[in-house]
């Protein structure tokens, strides 16, 4: 028996050894596998380039040639990832560096058609009629099918004062709407804040995440310290600045993960954690998202909904969760390429999904009765009131400045905005609750 044991246990260590070798032999297999089939690859690539460069009907360069590939490629990758020639990489630059005069709206891609994601509260498409879910079918005279995010971006940028058309298809409408806009210098103020009439309600609109949002957020909360709720709106705001969306959630939320970011390497993983310090947890809170909610708003709202923070009432929101980086490529040419993508609290995704809002209300006005043609008695006997003070030359109660009227909402504002309608019912139910 001894002897067979020893046995067993030789032929275990051989069937082991024999084992690892194949192994290995395998592993080596598919490494030159491997390598033959990029080879193979990158043989009929060359092969494809130099068959165009001699047999197309143009008379193309190489460089040219391998330019479109380039851009071929990266526009096949995701909507977002795409090639910065020397043109587009410097209107990046101007983009992001300095004024630059454009139509204030922000486009991305949806079911391969060019989307308005959201026009910029103030800016010339916002005040043309331009409205988030916007289908663009031409620039002017120019078709956008096929055409990139990038291209439609410098043509639609351009002098100040200069204008253009764009045709669009809009949901319900029977056909394509034409709307001209004149260009303009885009100069957004990211944050404002008005109180809710006769509420104790604040009301705060950032319209996009630019590096002021957290500062300008903070400023306004600690001017309102006794109010009994807090409506945040994020309804066509696009996105903007990662580490101002985490700072925003974190004035709401004290512990826990509020957004992580993964990638295909390790060394892109990211993830950002709330802290106590500063957090406002004790006030009611709701959301107002909508269809043009994009990237740093649905970090925001998606992040407040794990938490059971907030309340998020409106509408489904874009489903844009990727990260993208700019890598250059020499000095004047770049890719912007998607590098990871964005993961909520509870690990779900953004990208193509968008944020589900707790209540769904859809835009309009709020249902109510009203008779214009008959006084009230109450309207009545305060009309009487303000004649009396006159006569017996009491001092009237001073009417609102025009600043000071922009700074509040009205219950006649409230009537023409059901969304915001329902935010406000929301932050009653929580306030009797609390």
């Keep these: 028996m001894k002897h067979l044991k020893f046995a067993s246990i030789g032929f275990a260590a051989t069937l082991l050894g024999a084992t690892l070798l194949l192994s290995s032999a395998l592993m080596a297999k598919d490494e030159t596998a491997t390598k033959e089939s990029r080879l193979a690859s990158l043989a009929k690539f060359t092969k494809v380039l130099g068959t165009v460069e001699k047999y197309y009907v143009d008379d193309l360069k190489i460089q040219e040639i391998v ?55 103030g800016t010339p498409a916002d005040k043309a009629g331009v409205k988030a879910s916007d289908i663009i079918l031409k620039i002017n005279k120019q078709s956008t099918l096929n055409m990139t995010i990038d291209e439609a971006v410098g043509i639609m940028r351009g002098k100040p004062g200069t204008s253009l058309t764009l045709t669009i298809v809009r949901d319900g409408e029977n056909k394509p709407l034409l709307i001209p806009i004149t260009r303009d210098i885009i100069k957004i103020d990211s944050v404002y804040t008005k109180t809710i009439e006769k509420e104790n309600i604040l009301y705060v ?25 807090i409506i945040l709106d994020l309804r066509n705001n696009p996105g903007g600045l990662l580490n101002q969306a985490v700072g925003l959630t974190n004035l709401f939320v004290s512990k826990g993960v509020i957004v992580s970011q993964k990638g295909r390497y ?25 269809g043009g909610s994009a990237s740093a ?20 929101t874009f489903g844009k969760g990727s990260v993208q980086v700019i890598l250059p490529i020499g000095k004047e040419e770049a890719l912007r390429l998607t590098i990871a993508r964005y993961y909520l609290p509870s690990g779900r995704t953004i990208q193509a999904v968008g944020v589900t809002p707790d209540i769904l209300v859809y835009p309009g006005k709020v249902p109510h009765k009203s008779n214009d043609f008959m ?44 969304q915001l309608k329902s935010a406000v019912d929301v932050i009653k139910v929580l306030s009797i609750k609390k």
Aim: net charge positive; aromatic share 2%; charged share 35%.
């Design 297 to 316: 708003s649905e970090i925001v709202s998606g992040s407040l909904q794990d938490h059971k923070r907030a309340v998020i009432v409106g509408e489904k």
């Design 205 to 229: 609109r950032v319209i996009n995440f630019d590096k002021n949002v957290v500062r300008k957020t903070k400023e306004a909360l600690s001017k309102n310290l006794n109010i009994k709720g």
């Design 67 to 121: 330019n479109k590939s380039i851009e071929g490629l990266l526009s096949n990758l995701d909507a977002h990832s795409s090639y910065l020639d020397t043109k587009h990489f410097k209107d990046l630059k101007i983009q992001t560096d300095g004024e630059f005069g454009g139509l204030g709206i922000t486009i991305g891609m949806r079911n391969g058609a060019l989307t308005i994601i959201a026009p910029m509260e």
């Design 266 to 290: 390790k060394e892109q993983n990211s993830e950002y954690t709330a802290t106590v310090a500063g957090t406002i947890d004790d006030i009611p809170l709701v959301v107002l998202v909508n």
């Design 375 to 418: 006084i009230k008695e109450k309207e009545l006997k305060q009309h009487l009131k303000e004649e009396l003070k006159k006569v017996d030359g009491k001092k009237i109660k001073k009417k609102k400045t025009k600043e000071e009227k922009k700074k509040i909402i009205t219950q006649e504002d409230i009537l023409r905005d059901l």
